[in-house]
């Protein structure tokens, strides 16, 4: 009995020691028998998209790996986001690109930020790194695509947002997992692709077979590209109406606004946060709100219903108590004047819904990044 | 926070130049705010292909704009929502802390001079330009010199002259960092008795000042040379004077053009001297000046170039960020009022 147990304990030591290095990873548990799929994914890049990360030189890098859970920020906005998203038929889940070995001190960030979660899929860049993979540590469709794959096969919503940046591949990852599980792209389209990003061929395999398997709808309805390089926005049309370059999580909450998803008190709520960074003042918000009109993203409609509702949301208390700031009256009428002054603008031109060449994208993308490595920019 | 307006219509290379630099320089300064006044189609066209902070560039729409060979005082009456005048008029209202145009001088002149009042103590407002000189000075190490006035108004009497000097003085002071910047009038000669009355009269009073480094006279040939930091002339003197220095920089560089074909030794000559001719050409850029900033109203103007590019605006923002942060209209307010205390004690004691 005793030799059986102790011979127990030995045999799950190289599965905790694993866990411990970061070399073996949760698996993405399945819905369990009876239980009642989601209505709506999330999924949540981490770096640069809910932490503000800078991983442009080494130093940064060793910046970052040596951060208690206390000294990494969030981006003003995005935990008030992440907690307004957290309803009971929601799933949020996070698939981050940052090693397995942070899991520990990112896990415990979420938890002081109160943000809970479904998943947390981190990237095994020690297991690459001992296996010789060396072309998978700085991959990423061949990495995330696959995750967000296993992730829908695990538990499928019928619709899915997607929140990243603009430093990655974040869009095109977005764009072509949108696109896959859509149906628009085939298997022979994706294996292409994966060549084009370097996919060691085993890899490319289970990815096209997940692929396969995933449960086929037009789910992603929207994804938002936080602009944390303040790239060009106009860069991204070609992604479509569905893909929304964001500033910040006030222009986010604007969208899921108009899209049904927030209501006006959990726009409030995001907009507090913001102002209560210190980062943000309201004429800051205002100018977000016509930042977004002007580029068609969100209707002038939508932002004057949104004053209304609002304003029944602060008559029910969601400002109470904030005495910091002048009447909401005063404030509304400041975001309308701030949508009077773009004059009697005709609604900007919508993205083209085009279909998008992945291959190219993908090809642009690491020339892109080369570029930027000679520069000494990444 | 800092409220930025630019007429984004104005320029020779409008919008597109000027949008970028006054976008771009958002990404630098967390404290400002631009405020874009244009044709909102136009420009919400092009801001989206600028790298720039959404939350802290704003458009205002003004339907129309002056051109740059217009009639100032003509095309404003004809138009008068050119997004010079609703510029001008957005900080009037208090909406702008500061504004910047690359636009037709006269028309962005007469814009603010018909709708910001002058400071106290002030008699008449004065265009400054900078000019290349052979000494640099102030902790930035400028290799430039601000004349004015240069063309804001055509005579100027012995006040206005003391007025530019203050003016002058608080510019330098702030933007080149230069503690002491030496104010000089421009005159036929460095005696306190040459020069016209309006000089003379002018001489006399700076000399009693002690807010001021008055260094005296100093002639056109110093100009150059960098002999003072703030050189003080009226308007017409002024603008004939800078018009002469950038045609012989001009003529200047065309007879280097006309050496370089003319012998093989000449142009071997210009090939050695390139590297040190680049030197010059970077220090005395006037695209990294921004502009000349017209003093004397409550808010700053700064009249960037009609050629300036995205470069020089995103310089001209930062001086207009650098003149509200550092108070510039308070001080030469604070300065004037010093200058007419003393004017009445004396007065009263005489």
């Known amino acids: 009995m ?75 906005g995005a935990t008030a986001l992440l907690r307004a998203l957290r309803q009971d038929d929601h799933r949020i889940c996070i698939v981050s690109g ?9 896990a415990a960030k979420l938890a002081l930020d109160g943000v809970e979660y479904d998943e947390f899929v981190l990237k095994n ?50 764009c072509l997992y949108a696109d896959l599980i859509a149906g628009r792209v085939s298997l022979a389209d994706l294996e292409r692709v994966l060549i084009a990003s370097r996919a060691y061929d085993d890899d490319a395999q289970r990815c096209v077979d997940l692929a396969r398997d995933v449960p086929k709808g037009s789910a992603v309805r929207r994804m938002f590209i936080h602009l944390d390089r303040r790239s060009p926005p106009q860069g991204f049309r070609r992604f479509g109406p569905r893909l929304v370059p964001v500033y910040n999580y ?129 | 926070m800092h409220r930025i307006v630019v007429d984004a219509m104005g320029g020779d290379h409008a919008p597109d130049e000027i949008v970028q630099g006054a976008a ?13 006044v244009g044709d909102a189609a136009v420009l919400g066209r092009v801001l989206p292909r600028m790298r720039h902070d959404g939350a802290r560039v704003r458009v205002h729409h003004a339907p129309s704009h002056v051109e740059m060979d217009e009639k100032p005082a003509e095309a404003l009456a004809a138009k008068p929502e050119a997004s010079i005048a609703v510029a001008a008029d957005l900080v009037a209202r208090g909406e702008g802390d500061a504004l910047i145009s690359a636009g037709n001088t006269g028309a962005s002149v007469l814009a603010c001079a018909r709708r910001w009042p002058l400071l106290d103590g002030v008699r008449r407002a004065a265009l400054a330009a900078v000019y290349p000189t ?33 003016m002058g003085s608080a510019y330098a002071r702030l933007i080149s960092h230069n503690r002491r910047p030496r104010v000089a009038l421009l005159s036929n000669g460095s005696e306190a008795g040459k020069g016209p009355a309006a000089v003379v009269a002018a001489h006399a009073a700076l000399v009693e000042t002690t807010e001021l480094n008055f260094i005296g006279n100093i002639e056109g040939l110093d100009i150059p040379r960098g002999v003072a930091d703030v050189v003080v002339t009226s308007g017409f003197v002024g603008n004939v004077v800078l018009k002469m220095l950038e045609g012989v920089s001009e003529t200047v560089v065309r ?41 004397g109203f409550t808010h700053p103007f700064i009249k960037a170039h009609g050629r300036s590019n995205a470069r020089a605006i995103g310089n001209a923002v930062k001086v207009a960020h650098k003149a509200l942060a550092g108070n510039l209209c308070a001080n030469i307010a604070r300065t004037m009022a010093e200058l007419d205390e003393r004017a009445q004690r004396r007065a009263a004691s005489d």
């Open chain 1, 2 to 76: 005793a030799t059986r147990s102790i011979l127990r304990r030995v045999s799950r030591l190289p599965t905790r020691l694993g866990a411990r290095i970061g070399l073996l990873e949760p698996e993405i548990e399945p819905l369990a028998p009876g239980a009642r799929p989601p209505r709506h994914t999330f999924r949540w890049d981490l770096d640069k998209t809910y932490l503000r990360t800078e991983f442009d030189s080494l130093a940064d890098l060793a910046k970052s790996a040596i951060e208690t859970a206390a000294d990494k920020q969030a981006f003003p």
């Open chain 1, 98 to 106: 940052s090693p397995t070995q942070m899991r520990q001190v990112l």
């Open chain 1, 125 to 174: 860049n020690l297991k690459n790194i001992l296996r010789g993979r060396f072309r998978a540590v700085r991959a990423q469709v061949p990495y995330k695509l696959p995750a967000m794959l296993r992730s829908r096969i695990a538990a499928a919503a019928p619709c899915e947002t997607l929140f990243g940046d603009d430093a990655e591949a974040d869009a095109i990852i977005y």
């Open chain 1, 250 to 378: 006030f222009q986010t909450a604007l969208v899921l606004y108009q899209d049904k998803v927030l209501s006006a008190r959990q726009v409030i709520f995001v907009a507090l946060e913001m102002l209560d960074s210190g980062q943000y003042e309201l004429g800051h918000l205002a100018t977000s709100v016509q930042d977004v009109i002007r580029r068609g993203r969100v209707s002038r409609d939508t932002a004057l219903q949104l004053a209304t509702d609002a304003h029944e949301a602060a008559k029910s208390g969601a400002l109470s108590g904030r005495t910091d700031l002048p009447p909401f009256e005063q404030i509304a009428e400041a975001f309308r004047a701030r949508v009077r002054e773009l004059g009697t603008l005709p609604p900007g031109e919508a993205a083209p819904e085009e279909p998008l060449d992945y291959v190219r994208l993908v090809d642009e993308e690491h020339e892109h990044r080369r570029n930027r490595r000679k520069q000494g920019m990444a």
């Open chain 2, 24 to 36: 771009e320089a958002t990404l630098g300064l967390t404290g400002a705010e631009i405020i874009l």
């Open chain 2, 134 to 166: 052979e000494l640099q000075r102030g902790d930035k190490k400028d290799p430039f010199s601000l004349i004015l006035d240069v063309g804001a108004t055509i005579d100027a009497t012995a006040e206005d002259l003391v007025g530019f000097a203050v």
């Open chain 2, 255 to 295: 007879l280097a053009r006309y050496a370089h074909k003319e012998r093989l030794a000449w142009r071997l000559g210009l090939v050695a001297l390139s590297s040190a001719i680049d030197q010059l050409k970077s220090i005395t850029d006037w695209q990294q000046y921004g502009g000349a900033p017209l003093l």
